[in-house]
């Protein structure tokens, strides 16, 4: 069973993948390096996810030795709304969060903006490496299939789901007031606030987030 947890969260494209990368690379600050559990760089990284798209039992993970004692979890908070979990409590991770243990809880919340940006130089990556007939059959056949789908099962398309300034600033205020409830639930866990940020040398790299959006409307 890991004795802490570090939690990444953010939606899709907020920077968790690179977050960790340089945790475990040692390129982050020093202000929020002496805010994480000494060892996390060298902690086993699960998709949090995972448990809920593959249903993957929680025991999984907590009835085996962590190595270095702890876990870091890659988590989408927007990922339960496609298989219409609308309460974080309900999501399956959730249950993994509570385990004995210190938890730290690092949040990444870019603008609606920079998200969007993100999302739409993906698409044009991953449109490059598809190549034009496997763009124009995934546009004309594959898309319309799985909107179909998504629509019959009744799921919530996430992908465009922080189109609106205003509906990102309410599922960042939701999560964080969940985040907030576990975190003061559990002596010596805290929640950091973060965002992506340029480095002079143009690298990407992280700051401490003073004025999160959560923290408005």
């Known amino acids: 069973m ?21 945790l475990k690379d040692g390129t ?9 559990p000494p060892a996390a760089g060298r902690w086993q990284v699960y998709e949090a996810n995972d448990f809920l798209k593959r249903n ?13 004692g702890g876990i870091v979890l890659h988590f989408d908070i927007a990922f339960g709304r496609r298989l219409g979990v609308t309460d974080y409590a309900n999501d399956p991770v959730m249950h993994l969060i509570r385990v004995p243990g210190e938890l730290v809880v690092v949040n990444l919340q870019p603008s609606a903006e920079r998200l969007r940006a993100q999302y739409e130089a993906r698409l044009r990556e991953q449109a490059r490496r598809r190549g034009r007939l496997n763009e124009a059959w995934r546009r004309a056949v594959r898309r319309p299939l799985r909107e179909l789908q998504r629509r019959l099962r009744g799921n919530v398309d996430t992908s ?16 964080t007031a969940f985040a907030q409830s576990i ?35």
Not at 2 to 22: D, N, W, Y
Not at 56 to 68: L, N
Not at 187 to 199: D, F, K, N
């Open 56 to 68: 993957i039992a929680v025991g999984s993970v907590t009835e085996v030795p962590a190595p270095d």
């Open 28 to 36: 982050l600050p020093p202000e929020i390096v002496r805010m994480l």
């Open 183 to 217: 975190v003061c639930s559990k002596p010596g866990s805290r929640l950091i606030h973060a965002r992506p940020h340029l480095a002079k040398d143009r690298t990407p790299t992280f700051v401490i987030d003073e004025a999160p959006l959560a923290a408005f409307g």
């Open 2 to 22: 890991p004795s802490a947890i570090l939690l990444v969260a953010g939606p899709s494209g907020a920077g968790k993948s690179t977050f960790i990368q340089c």
């Open 160 to 175: 465009r789901i922080f189109d609106q300034a205003d509906d990102l600033a309410r599922c960042y205020r939701e999560w």
